[in-house]
Nanobody, 123 residues
Framework: QVQLAESGGGLVQAGGSLRLSCAAS????????MGWFRQAPGKEREFVAA????????PYADSVKGRFTISRDNARNTVTLQMNSLKPEDTAVYYC????????????????WGQGTQVTVSS
């Protein structure tokens, strides 16, 4: 089992950058595919980005492709989401999640979730 804790959210102006981090507990972190999802007010939670257990695969949602970068450090049990050129529509609670298998872009495949961190982008 793995426990996840996000950090790094905050308020930023449009065009700015934020770096989200997800710290994971447990010795098996390296076996998990990890993902970031987000949920805006009044909307369903949606996929943002994911990274495979080895770091070799990194799918992105079309809405963030070219602006966000996901990475992981298996030695430090961390996953990072670097967000650049932020837009007001990126405003949401961002969640880190882990899965042992299945399509990384599918929310229902994820077994473990963090509590979320708020990202607010002002125009």
């Amino acid at each position: 089992q793995v426990q996840l804790a996000e950090s790094g959210g905050g308020l930023v102006q449009a065009g700015g950058s934020l770096r989200l981090s997800c710290a994971a507990s447990g010795r098996t972190f390296r076996l998990y595919n990890m993902g970031w999802f987000r949920q805006a007010p009044g909307k369903e939670r949606e996929f943002v980005a994911a990274v495979s257990s080895s770091g070799g695969l990194t799918p992105y949602a079309d809405s963030v492709k070219g602006r966000f970068t996901i990475s992981r450090d298996n030695a430090r049990n961390t996953v990072t989401l670097q967000m650049n050129s932020l837009k007001p529509e990126d405003t949401a609670v961002y969640y880190c999640a882990g899965t042992v298998g299945g399509p990384m872009t599918v929310m229902s495949q994820y077994n473990y979730w963090g509590q979320g961190t708020q990202v607010t982008v002002s125009s």
